[in-house]
């Protein structure tokens, strides 16, 4: 099962509490425009995701119950530009290549700050 859906206007994106999967960044091809994918072992799974678009935020919360027995698979296409703060279990960060260093230095400072709780 999966939800797929387009915001615009994103400038910053917050994941809370994904467990156990994997997150991939990647360009999008509009420079105005997130989309975010998620790929779920369930129906019951993904209906507890919360997303929230608030002007220029986007925040995606994963239910904390399910955090060790269900494995997402988040993909975000997104704009160059955008921070991060991104809170995980054990799920992996994988962002794609062609990226600007500058946004793969953010995503890394962010998901390692968010991993060590600090």
Known sequence: MSIT??????????VDDLG???ITVIPGA????????????????LEQIQIRHDRDWLRI?????FLRY???????DVPDGLD???????????QCRNRSRQDRQRLRRHHARQRDGS
């Open 5 to 14: 859906r387009s915001y615009e206007g994103v400038r910053h994106v917050v």
């Open 20 to 22: 156990d999967g994997s």
């Open 30 to 45: 509009r420079p105005d425009v997130v989309e975010a994918s998620i790929e779920g072992a369930d129906d019951a799974y």
């Open 61 to 65: 919360s994963f239910p904390q119950q």
């Open 70 to 76: 269900t494995k997402a698979e988040l993909r975000l």
């Open 84 to 94: 991060y703060t991104i809170k995980t279990g054990s799920a992996h960060l994988d």
